[in-house]
C-alpha cells in the first residue's frame, strides 16, 4: 500500500501490525499515538517541507508504558536492492527523509552512566563473574541530572569493554533495581577495569571511570535487515 498525507491534513497512527507499508508521503500531520503502543512497518517515509512527524513530542512524551516503533522493511534478498532502479533511481528508499518539522520524545533515561567503584592505587576493578553493579547519577541532560531512576527493570545495557584490542562489550537485562544498585541477569564474563598508569606508588587514574550504557528506548527506529 501507498499511503499519502495531504497538506492540512492530520493522521493520528494508533496501531500495532506486523503488515508492511511500501510508501509514505506526507505533506500534512503525521503522528504517533501516545496512549496506545504502535509498531509500523514500512519500506520508506518521505516528508515534504509542510510536514509534522510526531513520536512523540517535548510537551506530551511518549509515556513509560507506550511504545513506538518504525521498522523499516526487509527487501528480501541484497539483489532485490540493487534492481530497484525503475523506481528508486536515485536510491533514496529504504528508509525515511523528512524535510518538515520532527519531533521525537520518549521517556527521560539517563544514557549512560558511570560505575561506582573504589579506586586502589587509583586503578578501578569490576571483576568477572559479578552479578550486581552500583552506578553514580550524575548525567546532565535536558537541563536536568539523571540517574538509576529512571532505568527500569527489563532494560538492557552494555558494560563497556576496557581491554584493548578485544571486544569484550557485554550486553545484560537489568532484573532488579535498588537505589543505584543493578542486578544483571547473568554473571559478566570479562574483568572491567580502568587504564593502568604506573608513576612510583600510582598504579592508575582515579578520575577515570568505567561506564554503563542502557540501550532501551520506547520510541525507535530500527531496521528489519
Given at each position: 500500500?501507498?499511503?499519502?498525507?495531504?497538506?492540512?491534513?492530520?493522521?493520528?497512527?494508533d496501531?500495532?501490525?506486523?503488515?508492511?507499508?511500501?510508501?509514505?508521503?506526507?505533506?500534512?500531520?503525521?503522528?504517533?499515538?501516545?496512549?496506545t503502543?504502535?509498531?509500523?512497518?514500512?519500506?520508506?517515509i518521505?516528508g515534504?517541507?509542510?510536514?509534522?512527524?510526531?513520536?512523540?513530542s517535548?510537551?506530551?512524551?511518549?509515556?513509560?508504558?507506550?511504545?513506538?516503533?518504525?521498522?523499516?522493511?526487509?527487501?528480501?534478498?541484497?539483489?532485490?536492492?540493487y534492481?530497484?532502479n525503475?523506481?528508486?533511481?536515485?536510491?533514496?528508499?529504504?528508509?525515511?527523509?523528512?524535510?518538515g518539522?520532527?519531533?521525537?520524545?520518549?521517556?527521560?533515561k539517563?544514557?549512560?552512566l558511570?560505575?561506582d567503584?573504589?579506586?586502589?592505587?587509583?586503578?578501578?576493578?569490576?571483576?568477572?563473574?559479578?552479578?550486581?553493579?552500583?552506578?553514580?547519577?550524575g548525567?546532565?541532560?535536558?537541563?536536568?541530572?539523571?540517574?538509576?531512576?529512571?532505568?527500569?527493570?527489563?532494560?538492557?545495557?552494555?558494560?563497556m569493554?576496557?581491554?584493548?584490542?578485544?571486544?569484550?562489550?557485554?550486553?545484560?537485562?537489568?532484573?532488579?533495581?535498588?537505589?543505584?544498585?543493578?542486578?544483571?541477569?547473568?554473571?559478566?564474563t570479562?574483568?572491567?577495569?580502568?587504564?593502568?598508569?604506573?608513576?612510583?606508588?600510582?598504579?592508575?587514574?582515579?578520575?577515570?571511570?568505567?561506564?554503563?550504557?542502557?540501550?532501551?528506548?520506547?520510541?525507535?527506529i530500527?531496521?528489519?535487515?
Open positions: 500500500a501507498n499511503v499519502f498525507i495531504l497538506e492540512d491534513h492530520e493522521v493520528t497512527y496501531v500495532s501490525t506486523s503488515t508492511p507499508i511500501n510508501y509514505m508521503h506526507i505533506d500534512g500531520g503525521f503522528f504517533f499515538s501516545t496512549a503502543s504502535t509498531q509500523l512497518i514500512i519500506d520508506t518521505i515534504g517541507p509542510t510536514s509534522d512527524f510526531r513520536m512523540g517535548l510537551a506530551a512524551p511518549l509515556p513509560e508504558s507506550i511504545t513506538a516503533e518504525i521498522i523499516i522493511a526487509d527487501p528480501g534478498t541484497e539483489n532485490a536492492i534492481t530497484r525503475a523506481t528508486d533511481p536515485t536510491q533514496l528508499s529504504l528508509g525515511i527523509i523528512l524535510h518539522k520532527v519531533s521525537i520524545h520518549g521517556t527521560t539517563a544514557p549512560y558511570p560505575l567503584l573504589p579506586a586502589t592505587n587509583g586503578r578501578k576493578i569490576l571483576p568477572a563473574g559479578s552479578t550486581q553493579i552500583t552506578v553514580k547519577n548525567v546532565f541532560q535536558n537541563d536536568q541530572t539523571l540517574g538509576a531512576s529512571t532505568w527500569k527493570v527489563g532494560d538492557e545495557i552494555v558494560i569493554g576496557t581491554r584493548r584490542g578485544a571486544f569484550e562489550d557485554e550486553k545484560r537485562t537489568i532484573t532488579s533495581i535498588s537505589g543505584n544498585t543493578i542486578t544483571l541477569n547473568a554473571p559478566l570479562y574483568q572491567h577495569d580502568t587504564p593502568t598508569f604506573q608513576t612510583s606508588n600510582v598504579s592508575g587514574i582515579s578520575e577515570l571511570n568505567i561506564y554503563v550504557g542502557n540501550a532501551t528506548r520506547n520510541a525507535t530500527r531496521s528489519a535487515y
